[in-house]
């Protein structure tokens, strides 16, 4: 992640592993295993946030809600999950890229306007394809299989599951605020 950016995008858990932010956003539009793979390599110092299609209102609320709760500007690294090739490289999806797109829409719509130029590309698609993105998004999914692939069901919005120890603050009733 570059320090001179608010808000990242990055890619599968390569992405992750180079994220150090203060808030990790894993934007997976079916949260398939890509999802549960990340979520175990997440850092435990980080606010951990799902973003799918239809929650991104909703995990950038939350993120606002973490820079508020620090009293200074928060690092925000969007790690588009992807899928996999056979030979376990990734490979990335318009989906994900749509996901992660609209999250750095709304952070924007919040005055988290501050970020890379891969975010400034995903927003860029996620606002021009809006209209689009449904079909896109299962038309993808069509081609690559992933409809009939196990666990590849959307899922519910989530939102928070890793709350940095240090952060007694985020209590239950915080974080199903942002749901």
């Given at each position: 992640m570059?320090?001179?950016?608010q808000?990242?995008?990055?890619w ?5 592993r ?8 894993l934007?997976?539009?079916d ?13 435990r110092?980080?606010l951990v946030?799902e973003a799918?299609?239809?929650n991104?209102d909703?995990?950038?609320?939350a993120a ?15 790690v588009?999950a992807?899928?996999r090739?056979p030979?376990?490289?990734?490979r990335?999806t318009a ?5 992660a ?10 005055g988290i306007?501050?970020h890379?130029?891969a975010?400034a590309?995903a927003c ?6 809006r209209?689009?993105t ?5 038309a ?5 299989g992933a ?6 069901t ?6 928070t599951h ?9 209590t239950p009733?915080h ?5």
């Open positions: 570059s320090a001179q950016y808000v990242t995008l990055e599968a858990a390569a992405g992750l180079a994220a150090a932010a203060d808030v990790v956003v934007a997976d539009a949260r398939g295993p890509e999802t549960e793979e990340l979520l175990r390599l997440a850092p110092t980080a946030l799918t299609l239809v991104a909703r995990i950038a609320r606002l809600d973490e820079q508020e709760r620090r009293g200074e500007r928060a690092s925000i690294a969007i588009a992807g899928e090739w030979d376990g490289s990734l990335p989906a994900d890229l749509l996901v797109g609209r999250v750095v829409d709304e952070l924007a719509e919040l306007d501050f890379s130029p975010c590309a860029a698609a996620a606002v021009g394809l209209g689009a449904n079909a896109l998004v299962a993808e999914a069509r081609g690559a409809a009939s692939a196990p666990g590849s959307p899922g519910p919005a989530h939102v890793h709350v940095p120890e240090h952060t007694p603050e985020h009733e974080q199903g605020a942002a749901r």
